[in-house]
């Protein structure tokens, strides 16, 4: 056996260690893409595992990250940012601050992907602070074993089309998100609170139905539970940021293309165990 180069021993500990990171159990594969016409800035809390919690995504790219059993957080889009060098900057919607990681949450309207990752996780859209951008949560290689919804959840239409103008934020003319009416409004019958702090008195009003309207498979106010509450067993999720709720949503993994209602994970071990087995013969031979 001859020698071998630090390319040859760094290439098979990454393939090694991408074969016992899906082997793990208890890890989510998180993809999330960007199908909107314009950049965006993903934003995620705690984002210690989503490098940092922020980062820049252009129009047609992907990221792909990993989270394990136990993370609990959201997931939203800010729009219209500009960030120095050193990750400095503003954003016209969702910004948590004034940094391109964020440590803190958004700050409303935004539409935001929760995640709660368990032995059966929970999943949401939600527009109980409003909305900017339209967000779609795809599971794939689940399943309903614990008797959830293990379906696709999200809000795919657009409301800064139809946006109220009392609800509507605007920046150069152009609307760019939509308040909720507990944030402008701020009355206990909005909000959710005081007499109206349980599921029985907290109902539907005119401003959450044209939320539901666009969005029905996402929050619309507070105790928008049954149909907006969605469970899955052993899942790995795509978030999508501008699609549709019925399309086939795809993600590269490697050099293979991963659509919904395929496995990513065996369909990523078809491609890394013929790798590593090509290296491995190839690291022997030389």
Known sequence: MGNF??????????????????QSEGLRVFTIINECKETIWPAITPGEQFEGGG???????????????????????????????????TCETGSCGSTLKCGASGKPPATLAEF??????????????????????TPVNGNSNGGGNCTVAGCDGDLRLNC?????VKFNGRTV????????????????????????????????????DACPGAYSYAYDDPTSIFI?????????FCSKRKEKV????????????????????SWIIPMFS???SWWLWI
Request: charged fraction near 15%; include cysteine; charge should be neutral.
């Open 5 to 22: 180069s630090t390319g040859t021993v760094y290439l098979v500990f990454v393939i090694f260690s991408l074969l016992v990171a899906k």
């Open 55 to 89: 980062f820049a995504l252009k129009s047609g790219q992907s990221r792909v990250f990993t989270a394990p059993v136990g993370w609990s957080g959201r997931i939203w889009g800010r729009t219209g940012c500009n960030f120095d060098q050193d990750g400095n900057g």
């Open 116 to 137: 709660t990752l368990a032995s059966a996780d929970y999943y949401d859209v939600s527009l109980v602070d409003g909305y900017n951008l339209p967000v779609v949560v």
């Open 164 to 168: 109220p103008k009392e609800l509507a």
């Open 177 to 212: 998100a939509c308040r909720s009416a507990c944030d402008v409004f701020d009355t206990d019958q909005y909000c959710c609170r005081g007499l109206y702090g349980n599921p029985v008195t907290c109902q539907p009003t005119y401003y959450s139905k044209i939320f539901k």
């Open 232 to 240: 899955c067993s052993d899942a790995d999720y795509i978030i999508t």
């Open 250 to 269: 795809c993600a590269y993994h490697g050099n293979r293309l991963i659509c919904s209602g395929a496995s990513i994970i065996n369909s990523i071990f």
């Open 278 to 280: 090509t290296v491995i």
